[in-house]
């Protein structure tokens, strides 16, 4: 079944172009390496929560937006496959690197993780 990984970030608002051309960029190997759809969602009504909210969690400022994205995949395996591929990659091949390509956003407030789909409805 599905495999999904989703991400939620705080991106300065002024960044929103250089997420999107960033997003475009890596979604495309993302998609290369078995990833069947993606998604990269700007934050348009992110309420504030009582408890906790997507801007805590990523402890958000006035001037950041947060961005929800998440990559599904055929199954964890072609995941898993596709992570190591891209780690080995980052060593040699450009199109992967972080110093040419570096992340318009604090990567260290990411929070993201993997998930095994339990229920899919579709219309």
């Known amino acids: 079944m599905t495999y999904v990984d989703g991400f939620v970030i705080a991106v300065p608002t002024a960044n929103r172009q250089k997420f999107i051309d960033h997003a475009e960029h890596f979604d495309a190997l993302f ?5 069947t ?5 700007w934050g ?6 009582k408890i906790t909210d997507f801007r805590g ?14 990559v599904e995949w055929p199954d964890k ?3 898993d496959a596709a992570f ?12 992967f690197s972080q110093e040419k ?3 318009p956003f604090d990567g260290m407030r ?8 339990v229920v899919k409805l579709e219309k």
């Open 84 to 95: 190591k591929t891209m780690e080995e990659r980052m060593k040699t091949d450009e199109r």
């Open 110 to 117: 990411m929070i993201f993780g993997g998930f095994s789909s």
């Open 77 to 79: 395996a072609t995941r």
């Open 37 to 41: 759809r993606i998604l990269e969602c």
């Open 31 to 35: 998609l290369e390496m078995g990833a």
């Open 44 to 49: 348009d009504d992110v309420p504030d929560g």
């Open 57 to 70: 969690a990523v402890k958000a400022t006035e001037e950041e937006t947060v961005a929800f994205s998440w």
């Open 101 to 103: 390509h570096p992340m």
